[in-house]
């Protein structure tokens, strides 16, 4: 846990954002810009000279590219050493996005009309076609590793597995890359050998998605996802235009031969069918928390994790969730996301799982008290039926009841 923390004296730490199988994610503040960044540290066991070439070539790819439609990319550190933590990290500080995932707006604003999901599908398009021209495959489009922020505005977040024309992907050919569901055919045959329609491919299972509110194979078995994408058997879209339906089967033909060849191609249909370029997004999403250092007047430097459990949340049916941690977060898991929370409700089987968000609520601790905020969650949290003002720390006592959408749980200590 590096909240708290400053490195090089210079990015404070806020809060952890979310983590994945190669690295954790973090909120800080660069205090020589003021502005809010994003740092990205590799978890250290991943860290050898194998993957240092892959961070190094997401650096490098980064680097190139200065789009409205992409992250920006402000610092890095490889294997620097931090005195403070007696560590040795490797890292990337990058533009600090705010808004939501395209995956949370799906899941809680889908189907989307047909002008809304062709307008953000028009945007990514856009940040494909400058990444493509500098010869970049991007290998993971997906709805998670894209951002909608506040105004409507569609950004790619995550290049981990990007690679360019005079790189060769670190991936061997019999090891697949990227996230299966959104992967074109001859990304799973043979990862290290697709080219930009690849990425074609994948923002048309996102624009797919969008328009439906599901996914063109819908089985949670890898087998039979990966068998149907390359045999080509993806379930037909429907409740769409003719020419939206067009445009889809166009971007997910099996045969890359028979693709709409580019990113650029792909944003001339979409605005011949809309009939112009920009259109206003009307998706209204409420707004983020992981602001949470200008609503709040918790100091949220958070000391190193518990030793053992104080408190524990209890379900209705009785079962004992420990909070290990000095800050957890809890929600759901969702499979097209890698990413889980720290206390997942949805592999607890609980019945009403489905209506908390990824990232509900985070309950963590301040000196010897304890505090739950709600994270943006879509259905709210509510503490002893008070819902809460997302953003807003609230403090926790022996007994209190917490909803995340309608699951219950109580607040209790361990030694009950």
């Known amino acids: 846990m ?3 923390h400053t ?71 490889l294997r620097e050493y931090d005195p403070a933590l007696g560590e040795t990290l490797s890292y990337i500080v990058a533009e600090f996005v705010e808004g939501h995932t395209l995956a949370e707006v799906i899941d809680t604003r889908a189907p989307l009309s047909e002008t809304d999901a062709l307008t953000i599908a028009r945007q990514v398009a856009l940040g494909l076609a400058d990444i493509h021209a500098k010869g970049i495959v991007h290998r ?58 690849a990425d074609i491919y994948s923002l048309g299972v996102v624009l797919y998605e969008m328009l439906t509110g599901g996914l063109p194979v819908k089985s949670r078995e890898f087998g039979t996802v990966a068998s149907r994408i390359i045999a080509g058997k993806l379930d037909p879209i429907t409740g769409v235009s003719e020419p939206v339906a067009e445009l889809v089967n166009g971007m997910l033909a099996h045969r890359v031969e028979r693709r709409i060849p580019s990113a650029e191609e792909v944003i001339r249909r979409i605005e011949a069918i809309t009939g112009g370029g920009r259109q206003p997004v009307s998706v209204e999403m409420p707004m983020p928390t992981t602001t949470v250092w200008s609503r709040t007047a918790i100091d949220t430097s958070i000391p190193p994790k518990e030793t053992a459990p104080a408190f ?26 890698p990413a889980t929370p720290d206390i997942d409700l949805w592999s607890l089987g609980l019945e009403e ?29 509510r503490l002893n039926d008070q819902l809460l003002t997302p953003g807003q720390a609230y403090p926790l006592s022996e007994g209190d009841q917490i909803a995340a959408g309608r699951v219950l749980l109580t607040f209790r200590r361990a030694s009950q």
């Open 2 to 4: 590096l909240t708290g």
């Open 7 to 77: 490195l090089r004296g210079r990015y404070h730490i806020y809060d952890r954002l979310g983590a994945g199988g190669a690295a954790t994610v973090y909120l800080a503040r660069d205090y020589q810009t003021g502005q809010m960044v994003v740092v990205k540290v590799v978890h250290p066991h991943m860290v050898d000279d194998q993957f240092i070439g892959r961070f190094q070539r997401e650096i490098n790819l980064l680097q190139q590219i200065n789009n409205p439609y992409v992250i920006r990319l402000y610092d890095w550190a």
């Open 140 to 197: 993971d489009i997906k709805s998670q590793n894209i951002m909608l922020t506040p105004n409507n505005q569609a950004k790619l977040i995550d290049f981990g597995i990007a690679k360019a024309p005079n790189q060769a992907t670190l991936t061997a050919s019999s090891h697949f890359a990227g996230t299966l569901y959104y992967a074109a055919p001859e990304q799973i045959l043979e990862a290290h050998t697709v080219d930009h329609r």
């Open 312 to 337: 524990v949340l209890m379900t209705k049916a009785g079962q004992v969730i420990p909070l290990t941690l000095v800050e957890t977060i809890v929600g759901r898991s969702h499979p097209r996301d």
């Open 353 to 381: 799982a489905r209506t908390a968000s990824r990232r509900h609520c985070r309950i963590f601790k301040q000196d010897d008290q304890y505090f739950i905020e709600d994270l943006g969650s879509m259905n709210g949290t």
